[in-house]
């Protein structure tokens, strides 16, 4: 085979593709979860202590990636993932894939708690440098915004550095749970003792986009 064609075969996209048959049959039950166990889910998730607005973010993560794998067949695979990655955060999910909070070990406990923290100090002294304490003196922290959603409508600037800093804190450490649940960190199994300094890796999955919970941040710094 000629090195040029060679080189083109290595390059080809993976076939993110789904037929209407396999797209419905996956997808069958997540619709029904939307349309009868939704109002139930919502109301799981807020007496256990999720934000109402954490809720609206994975539903519309949901939601959205369903209606464009309806109408894209070449990314189905794609929107797939992201539907799993972010419906598996709401209860009654009923595509229950890896282990819930209560199997994690008390190792892996320990290194979410003690990331949250440094996430929570990082987006803070991020966040004063932009409000003032900078060489310019200058107060930039307005340009700190959230991210646009459906419920909040367009993303506007935060109130202060600590709903900054706790927005992060979660993400982050909700970030690095999937990072353990997908075995993207770590080479231990799931819910046992793991060396946190092993390289945390975001698979390349043949597509520009970034699967929902592998972001760096909730909010746009850029």
């Not at 619709?31 to 139930?40: G, I, T």
């Not at 819910?191 to 970034?210: H, K, L, N, Q, Y």
Request: glycine share 8%; net charge negative.
């Amino acid at each position: 085979m000629p090195k040029r064609q060679e080189k083109h075969n290595m390059l080809k996209k993976k076939d993110n593709s789904m037929n209407d048959e396999e797209w419905n049959a996956w997808t069958a039950d997540v619709r029904v979860f939307l349309e009868e166990n939704l109002e139930a889910s919502k109301e799981q998730a807020l007496t256990s202590g999720m934000d109402e607005e954490e809720f609206d973010d994975y539903l519309e993560y949901v939601e959205r990636e369903l209606t464009t794998g309806d109408k894209r067949t070449y990314k189905r695979q794609i929107c797939k993932d992201i539907i799993q990655k972010n419906g598996r955060e709401l209860p009654f999910w009923p595509k229950v894939r890896g282990l819930g909070a209560k199997n994690w070990h008390t190792d892996e406990l320990g290194v979410f708690e003690h990331l949250g923290v440094i996430e929570n100090e990082a987006s803070m002294a991020y966040w004063n440098t932009y409000a003032g304490e900078n060489s310019l003196g200058i107060d930039m922290s307005h340009t700190i915004v959230q991210r646009s959603s459906k419920k909040r409508g367009d993303g506007v600037r935060y109130e202060n550095g600590e709903l900054f800093a706790t927005q992060n804190q979660k993400a982050k450490v909700q970030k690095a749970k999937n990072a353990r649940t997908d075995k993207h960190w770590g080479t231990s199994e799931i819910g046992e003792p793991f060396d946190f300094t092993v390289a945390w890796v975001v698979p390349f999955t043949g597509s520009d986009e970034t699967p929902a919970g592998d972001e760096d941040a909730s909010s746009d710094n850029s």
